[in-house]
C-alpha cells in the first residue's frame, strides 16, 4: 500500500490571493515616499559622530531601508574603517557595532578590538562600567555571530554575553522606562534568534514596531520604513498573484493528491531570499521552483513505489519526452512539469542572455532526483547511514542547490553576462547553505517523517552511529549547524560570485533559521505561520 502523509490544503486559495489589492499601489504614496526618502538622506548625511553613524546604520538596515542608501552608507563605513587604524579607546558598545556592521559589509576586522575588554587571564570582565552595561553586552553577543571558523575569542564572547543576556531576561523587576523597554524588546529578540540568522523582511517588520517604542525614534524615518514596506508590499503581491496563476495554469495540485500544495509558503521563501524590486524574476523564479521541489519530494518520500521512483529518476535523466510514455500517467505529468518549466525559463533567458543554461538546469534536476532516490532505496532496503554519508546526499536533497542555481540565473548580474562562468561543481556557499538548511529541517522534521515512514534523517543517523540520546544528537546537530555558519561567514567574505547571489544564498540560510526555528513552517501550517505569512505579503504595516 502506498503511504500518506495526510497533508492539509494550501492555507489561502487562488481566489484569495487574486482579489489582494492594496491601496499603496496608489501613485500619491511614491510621491510621499520621494519626500520622506529625500528627508531620511539629508538627516543622514548630516551625522557626524562615528557611534551616531553607526547606530543609524544599524537602524536602517534593521528597518530594511538601507537599500536606498547604498552610497551614502558606504562612503561613511569607508571613512569610519579608514579611521578605525588610530586605535582610540572605546567602550563594549562602540567596539562591537563597530565590529559587526563592518563586517556585514564585507571589510576585514579583526577580532583583537575585543582584546580590551579580556582581564588578565583572558576572559571577557564582568561589568564593563559603572552600571551594568546590557547594551554593550547585547552588542557584543549580536557580533558573535560573524565570527569566522578559528576565532576562538568570538566563542568566549558569545558564552560570556550570553549567560548575562539570559539573566537580564529573567529578571522580573526590569525598569520602567522607554529606554529600558527598547533594549528588554532587543535582548528577548535577539536570544530568540541573533540578527545574523534573521531573514531581512521577516526582521524589518518586527523592528518597525519595535522602533515605533525607542525614546529618540526618528519619526519621519519611522514613516518612511512603513511607507517604504508597504509599497514593497505591493510589488511582492503582484509577483504573488502572477506565480498563482501560473500555478494554477500547470494545475499539479489538483492531479496530484498525495502531495503538498505550497505555493504561498514557497513564494515566501523566495521573498525572504530578496526584496529589492530589481530581483523579482528570482522571486518569481523560486517560487516556482520551490512549488515544484515540494511536490517532487512527497513523490518520493511518500507516494511513490521503489520501482517507480528508479523509472522516473532514469527517465528524469534521460531528459528525453519521446521516452517517457512507459510512465504511469502521475509520472508523466510530474516529468512534464519540470521539463516545461525548464524550457520556458531557459527560453526566456537565452532572449535576454543568448546563452543556452539547459544543461545546468537539467543537470541540479537530475541531481536532486538522484539524491532522493538514494534516500527511497536507503528506506525500502532499512539502511541507516553514517552521518557522514548521509550528509554527503542530504545537502543535495534539500533542493537548496536546485534553488539556489535557477535563483543564479535569475539575477541581473547573470542576465548581463556574455560568459556564462556558472561552475558544474556546486560552489561552496551552496553547500554550506544547504548544509545549515538540511541540518535545521531535520531538527524540525524528523518526528513527521519517522511517523508517516521517511529515511533516518541527521539526528537517528548520528544515534544510530555514536549510540547518544536524542537529547544529545540534537546538541550535537546544532554545534554542526554552528560551525557552518562560521564557514559560510568566511566564504561570504571571500567569494568571488557576485555579492547579490552570496547575499541570496545567505538569506536562504537565515529563512531556514527562521521557518524552522522551533516548528516546521513550510509543512505544518499553525496559526502563527500564517499570521506571519498574512502580514508580511498580504497586510500594510500600520
Ligand atoms: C523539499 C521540501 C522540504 C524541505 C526543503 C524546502 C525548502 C528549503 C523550501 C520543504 F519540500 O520539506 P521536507 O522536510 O519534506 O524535505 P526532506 O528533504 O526532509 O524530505
Ligand atoms: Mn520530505
Ligand atoms: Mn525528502
Ligand atoms: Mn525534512
Given at each position: 500500500p502506498r503511504r500518506s502523509a495526510n497533508f492539509k490544503p494550501s492555507s489561502w486559495n487562488y481566489d484569495y490571493i487574486q482579489s489582494l489589492n492594496s491601496k499603496y499601489k496608489e501613485g500619491k504614496y511614491k510621491e510621499q515616499r520621494e519626500v520622506l526618502m529625500e528627508k531620511v538622506r539629508s538627516m543622514l548625511c548630516k551625522v557626524e559622530n562615528e557611534l551616531d553613524q553607526l547606530d543609524l546604520i544599524d537602524v536602517l538596515q534593521r528597518l530594511g531601508v538601507a537599500y536606498n542608501f547604498k552610497n551614502e552608507i558606504r562612503n561613511m563605513l569607508d571613512n569610519i574603517y579608514n579611521m578605525n587604524k588610530s586605535k582610540n579607546m572605546k567602550d563594549l558598545h562602540a567596539s562591537a557595532l563597530e565590529f559587526r556592521i563592518l563586517r556585514q559589509h564585507g571589510y576585514h576586522i579583526s577580532t583583537d578590538v575585543f582584546l580590551n575588554f579580556l582581564d588578565v587571564r583572558g576572559d571577557f570582565k564582568e561589568c564593563q562600567s559603572m552600571d551594568d552595561d546590557f547594551k554593550g553586552t547585547l552588542s557584543l553577543y549580536e557580533a558573535s555571530f560573524y565570527a569566522l571558523e578559528g576565532e576562538t575569542i568570538m566563542n568566549q564572547g558569545r558564552d560570556f554575553s550570553l549567560k548575562i543576556l539570559e539573566k537580564y531576561s529573567a529578571r522580573t523587576n526590569k525598569n520602567d522606562d522607554d529606554d529600558n523597554n527598547y533594549l528588554s524588546l532587543l535582548i528577548d529578540h535577539s536570544l530568540e534568534i541573533p540578527l545574523q540568522w534573521r531573514a531581512p523582511r521577516w526582521e524589518s517588520q518586527w523592528f518597525i514596531n519595535a522602533y515605533q517604542?525607542?525614546?529618540?525614534?526618528?519619526p519621519s524615518l519611522l514613516d518612511f520604513a512603513k511607507l517604504d514596506f508597504n509599497i514593497l508590499q505591493t510589488i511582492h503581491q503582484d509577483e504573488l498573484q502572477y506565480t498563482s496563476r501560473w500555478w494554477r495554469r500547470i494545475g499539479l495540485p489538483k492531479q496530484l493528491n498525495f502531495a503538498r500544495d505550497r505555493l504561498v509558503e514557497s513564494y515566501f521563501w523566495g521573498m525572504g531570499m530578496s526584496f529589492e524590486p530589481d530581483l523579482e524574476f528570482s522571486r518569481t523564479t523560486l517560487a516556482k521552483v520551490t512549488s515544484l521541489a515540494t511536490i517532487i519530494d512527497d513523490l518520493y518520500d511518500v507516494y511513490g513505489t521503489l520501482e517507480e521512483l528508479q523509472l522516473f529518476t532514469e527517465a528524469i535523466d534521460r531528459w528525453d519526452p519521446k521516452t517517457v510514455d512507459s510512465l504511469p500517467e502521475y509520472l508523466k505529468i510530474c516529468f512534464f512539469a519540470i521539463h516545461d518549466f525548464v524550457n520556458e525559463l531557459a527560453s526566456e533567458f537565452l532572449k535576454i542572455n543568448?546563452?543556452?543554461i539547459t544543461p545546468h538546469l537539467k543537470k541540479v534536476w537530475r541531481d536532486l532526483c538522484k539524491s532522493y532516490f538514494t534516500e527511497a532505496k536507503w528506506y525500502y532496503s532499512r539502511y541507516t547511514p553514517s552521518l557522514e554519508e548521509y550528509i554527503q546526499n542530504a545537502w543535495i536533497s534539500i533542493a537548496i542547490p536546485l534553488m539556489l542555481t535557477h535563483s543564479y540565473f535569475a539575477i541581473p548580474y547573470s542576465f548581463k553576462r556574455d560568459e556564462l562562468s556558472y561552475s558544474e561543481e556546486y560552489c561552496d556557499i551552496i553547500q554550506f547553505s544547504a548544509t545549515i538548511t538540511r541540518l535545521i529541517n531535520d531538527l524540525r522534521s524528523h518526528k513527521r517523517e519517522n511517523e508517516f515512514g521517511d529515511v533516518p534523517k541527521s539526528i537517528q543517523c548520528y544515534m544510530n552511529e555514536s549510540g547518544v540520546s536524542e537529547a544529545k544528537a540534537q546538541e550535537h546537530i546544532k554545534s554542526m549547524i554552528n560551525t557552518t555558519w562560521k564557514k559560510m561567514n568566511k566564504e561570504a567574505q571571500n567569494s568571488s560570485l557576485p555579492p547579490i547571489f552570496i547575499e541570496i544564498a545567505v538569506n536562504l540560510a537565515r529563512m531556514s533559521m527562521c521557518m524552522y526555528h522551533d516548528r516546521d513552517a513550510h509543512t505544518v501550517q499553525d496559526p502563527q505561520i500564517k499570521r506571519c505569512i498574512s502580514s508580511l505579503i498580504f497586510h500594510p504595516i500600520t
Open positions: 517604542t525607542r525614546k529618540t525614534m526618528n543568448g546563452n543556452n
